[in-house]
């Protein structure tokens, strides 16, 4: 009797994606056992990601990407996001999470203040330091977000 066949986890394979992606790496090829996976990154097809320096007048702080991922911007498919635009958020408060390798990560806001807009989408695939949010910084006047 032979073993069943072994099969490609989708996650497995994006995290792989992800982790690839923002890097200089052209072709990656893992195998074991009967599995083999090639991924290829075409470098003219790549996003370039502009970061305009802010002007003068603008005292919004970004929330950036800790590590490369996939970003979700509420802790379950049924809960309610962590913040949305216009929100009320402390420092050290949880904005979002970065899903990599199956591992959940906090992303957290580094100064309290009024999220006046996101930057990403509900699973969109993030590279480390990438802009997420801005906060433009102050005292939370009414209530702390808590969506």
Do not use: C
């Amino acid at each position: 009797m032979t073993p069943p066949a072994r099969q490609v986890i989708p996650s497995t394979v994006a995290a792989v994606v992800a982790q690839l992606e923002g890097t200089e790496v052209e072709e990656l090829e893992l195998s074991w056992d009967d599995i083999r996976i090639r991924v290829r990154q075409d470098p003219t097809l790549m996003p370039v990601v502009s970061d305009p320096a802010p002007s003068e007048e603008d005292a919004t702080v970004a929330v950036r990407a800790p590590l490369n991922g996939i970003y979700y911007s509420r802790p379950a498919p049924e809960q309610p996001s962590f913040v949305s635009e216009g929100a009320l958020v402390v420092a050290g408060q949880t904005v979002g999470l970065i899903e990599t390798m199956k591992l959940f990560n906090e992303v957290q806001s580094e100064v309290g203040g009024t999220v006046v807009s996101i930057r990403v989408q509900d699973g969109d695939l993030v590279e480390k330091d990438q802009e997420l949010m801005r906060i433009e910084p102050g005292e939370p006047q009414g209530e702390v977000s808590d969506e």
